[in-house]
């Protein structure tokens, strides 16, 4: 057995107390072999002297390839900035392009202390080439949009987004898994939706979509069909265990009920949501009721970062606002949300610091003076913690990075590769 051990830290554990403790990790199995017992005899060992252990940080919910067009278009609706600002440029976008931005994304996570992701973009393949050489785990799909498509070529996108579900899942040694991805409910044909649905439920697929973002997209579903977003979509055969959707801004109580009653998680992307001017998700309340919630970033030009515990920090604050109560959504709570929650969200058995669970984890230095007093270092790190605090990246047991050092990826050629792609993708959009 070849083993990885984490020395001389303090664990988080899943009951969110913290202990004194060593983590040895086998790599064979890329699962945690003990918690607790002195570690100094591994294969390698991580020094987590002065910091916190805790499980990889998961963000749910991402587009990481557009870091391309991080700052291209700022302070603008959703609508006009999907329609007339984003697409335009996603049309012309090239495979390689996506897989330059993507590693950028991809190397900003890890040094952020993220080890898993899920992805809905284009040229899928290109982004599963990034995430298996960059180590981490993703749940993918090809993202579906047919509105202003002719039914042919709408039907293509379906098949290309079940294709990609298909032959990728189970990739980079199971590192990858997948899903059918329309974009959203108003972006997707009702009819479409519904056989594609099916045809992913056959090949034993989940779901993922945007739903209930803005306002905007629950009206026109009340109008033409007379029932809420959800109820729409539990009629094509969506909401299944094992699905999940984005945002879940605008929930009335029913939707959440319905969400609970099916096992059916929300990614909260607290930034995003905030930058767009979406609203404010009703994150308790979802808690209260008992669905799974993760977090994630959203893509990083609505965000416009990938950093995981600025999301922790967001949606312990807005949730406060979304309640009326500064008890709602506590540090606890957040702080599960990017764990356990959004691992739950993608399958991976993962999220916590247990023996069995994959070894799946993040190192966080806590001696800078941002986290010092540690009167409770839950609290510390949902309210002032920063990615720049991740000392140590590890998934499976295998360091992606060390000491601020990302193995995998070499942040010079890569932010090089992703500057040059981004710019000649916006100059083909604008000529």
């Not at 916190?52 to 991080?70: F, K, Q």
């Not at 790190?381 to 050092?405: K, N, P």
């Not at 040059?420 to 083909?428: C, D, L, N, Q, V």
Request: some cysteine; glycine content about 10%.
């Amino acid at each position: 057995m070849e083993t990885l051990g984490i020395v001389g830290g303090r664990v988080l554990r899943p009951d969110m107390t913290v202990v004194e403790a060593d983590v040895l990790a086998d790599r064979e199995r890329g699962r945690i072999e003990a918690v607790g017992e002195p570690a100094g005899g591994a294969d390698e060992t991580l020094d987590a002297g002065g910091c916190l252990v805790l499980p990889g940080l998961v963000n749910a919910h991402c587009h990481v390839s557009m870091t391309l067009l991080r700052g291209y278009a700022d302070d603008t609706p959703l609508d006009p900035w999907l329609r007339e600002v984003v697409w335009p440029v996603e049309s012309v976008i090239e495979s390689d392009d996506v897989r330059a931005g993507a590693r950028l994304g991809l190397l900003e996570m890890i040094r952020n202390g993220v080890t898993a992701v899920g992805d809905m973009y284009f040229h899928v393949p290109a982004v599963a080439a990034a995430v298996e050489a960059a180590g981490v785990r993703a749940r993918l799909g090809h993202g579906v949009v047919t509105a202003g498509k002719e039914e042919s070529a709408a039907r293509a996108d379906f098949e290309e987004s079940l294709a990609v579900a298909r032959d990728l899942d189970g990739t980079a040694e199971g590192r990858i898994r997948t899903a059918l991805m329309p974009h959203s409910l108003t972006t997707v044909d009702g009819d479409l939706l519904e056989e594609y649905v099916g045809r992913a439920r056959d090949a034993d697929l989940p779901v993922h979509l945007h739903a209930n973002e803005t306002e905007a997209e629950v009206a026109p579903i009340v109008e033409e069909h007379g029932v809420r977003p959800l109820e729409y979509a539990a009629e094509r055969g969506l909401l299944e265990a094992g699905d999940f959707i984005a945002h879940g801004v605008h929930l009335d109580d029913a939707e959440i009920d319905l969400l609970a009653d099916r096992d059916v998680g929300v990614a909260h992307c607290p930034a995003a949501n905030m930058k767009l001017a979406s609203g404010i998700a009703p994150v308790q309340r979802l808690l209260d009721e008992g669905v799974t919630v993760g977090l994630g970033t959203d893509g990083p030009a609505s965000n416009n970062d990938l950093d995981v515990l600025d999301d922790v920090r967001d949606a312990a604050m807005v949730g406060k606002l979304a309640a009326d109560d500064a008890g709602a959504v506590p540090a606890a709570a957040a702080v599960r949300a990017a764990t356990a929650g959004g691992a739950a969200l993608l399958g991976f058995d993962a999220g916590r610091i247990e023996a069995g669970a994959l070894a799946d984890l993040a190192v966080l230095d806590l001696e800078a003076p941002h986290l010092t007093p540690d009167h409770d270092t839950v609290s510390n790190l949902a309210y002032a913690a920063r990615g720049a605090d991740v000392r140590h990246t590890v998934v499976d047991g295998t360091v992606l990075m060390r000491d601020r050092e990302v193995r995998t990826l070499a942040a010079g050629p890569v932010r090089r590769e992703a500057e040059r792609h981004a710019h000649a993708a916006t100059t083909r959009a604008e000529d």
